[in-house]
């Protein structure tokens, strides 16, 4: 297969893990007769220093002329600590997601089993959790008028969802449980916010619709609780935007670390992929940022285009990385220092001699698998 990627590496650390998914998928290309091409494009705090826009016009193009977007992070400092500043890098995201139309959000939470102990959850609670979540992307409040009065004393924004904007995510929700385990959980607050009350009512209709599936329902203050208290009672989550962007934070405390957090973005003409996690500027160039996440979101790439056979050789990378504890700081706590660049390495390796059934791992060094 031939496929053309745009690589928006952004900021922080986005740059070093999204190095690692590329070196990642020219194994899988090398190894499965596929040829990937990639074309970078700046976004976010790099794209304003350069350009003073967040999504600049060449980078919308690219995205647009490519099959699949590999996103990495954005955010810099000097914005997040300056709220005053009229243009920022997050609204380069929100924009890419609304001019693209990616209206739904997939995110993935799984406990791994060789990282159980890493949770601050217990065994028993978190144990073979599997949850999908499905996040609107471009409604809400996030998108909603924004208004600040003229005295700066008062600001507000505005949730607002259509009928539309609601139906076709719903839809691909109930497909996803259809299957996995056959249950959707509707999260919302619609004891409180009218916009609510319309999810629940159009999910309710569309429900019958897909009669194997059950439906279930859990205001968002509830549910925060539950994925705390009882994860395994998920299966596939549906919720507007701003619950979803909290949701999925929060569920990431089950596998150990936000650096395990793939996701994937979703329209009916284009799809982006990228690690959950935030730019994380204070690892910087350090060599600790944890490119697992990343290479997880360049595995859902594959599996979006059919590829499955590849993404089931990353997945099974990932895994023995966290298995033999070829993994970054966050999760390693041995003496072992384990660098981004050494993780991509070791799963890189595997991809090439994955046939190799005698692979050294007692001799591992630093990352780097020995193959004899």
Not at 16 to 33: D, M, R
Not at 77 to 102: F, I
Not at 133 to 148: A, D, N, P, S, V
């Amino acid at each position: 297969m031939n496929l053309n990627i745009a690589v928006l590496a952004g900021d922080g650390i986005g740059p070093e893990v999204t190095a690692q998914s590329i070196k990642v998928l020219n194994a899988i290309a090398s190894q499965f007769n596929h040829k990937f091409v990639f074309k970078n494009a700046v976004v976010g705090a790099i794209a304003i220093d350069q350009t003073g826009n967040p999504l600049p016009d060449e980078t919308l193009e690219i995205c647009k002329t490519t099959d699949a977007i590999l996103f990495g992070a954005i955010g810099d400092p000097k914005y997040d600590n300056d709220p005053s500043a009229k243009v920022r890098p997050e609204q380069g995201l929100l924009k890419l997601r609304k001019e693209l139309g990616l209206f739904a959000n997939i995110r993935p939470v799984k406990a791994y089993e060789t990282l159980i102990e890493n949770s601050p959850l217990k065994r028993n609670i978190i144990e073979k959790t599997d949850i999908s979540i499905y996040r609107e992307l471009t409604g809400g409040i996030y998108f909603g008028k924004k208004q600040t009065s003229e005295d700066g004393n008062t600001a507000s924004d505005l949730c607002e969802y259509s009928r539309f904007e609601i139906e076709r995510i719903t839809h691909l929700a109930f497909k996803a449980a259809q299957n996995r385990r056959k249950k959707l959980t509707l999260v919302d607050k619609a004891n409180v916010l009218e916009s609510s009350r319309l999810w629940r009512k159009v999910v309710t209709e569309i429900s019958q619709q897909y009669e194997d599936v059950a439906l279930d329902f859990l205001f968002v203050d509830n549910a925060a609780m539950q994925m705390i208290l009882n994860p395994k009672q998920f299966d596939v989550i549906l919720t507007e935007n701003m619950f979803g962007d909290i949701i999925s934070d929060e569920a990431s405390v089950i596998g150990g670390s936000i650096g395990l957090l793939a996701s994937a973005s979703i329209g009916e003409k284009y799809v982006m992929f990228e690690p959950i996690h935030g730019s994380y500027p204070q690892a910087k160039g350090k060599g600790i940022a944890n490119p697992l996440a990343s290479i997880l979101s360049a595995a859902l790439l594959l599996e979006h285009f059919g590829l499955y056979d590849e993404a089931i050789v990353i997945n099974k990378a990932v895994e023995d990385s966290l298995k033999y504890e070829i993994t970054t700081e966050d999760l390693n706590k041995s003496e072992n220092k384990i660098s981004t660049d050494n993780v991509g390495d070791f799963i890189t390796d595997y991809i090439y001699n994955r046939l190799d059934s005698d692979m050294n791992y007692t001799n591992i060094n630093l990352g780097q698998s020995t193959i004899i």
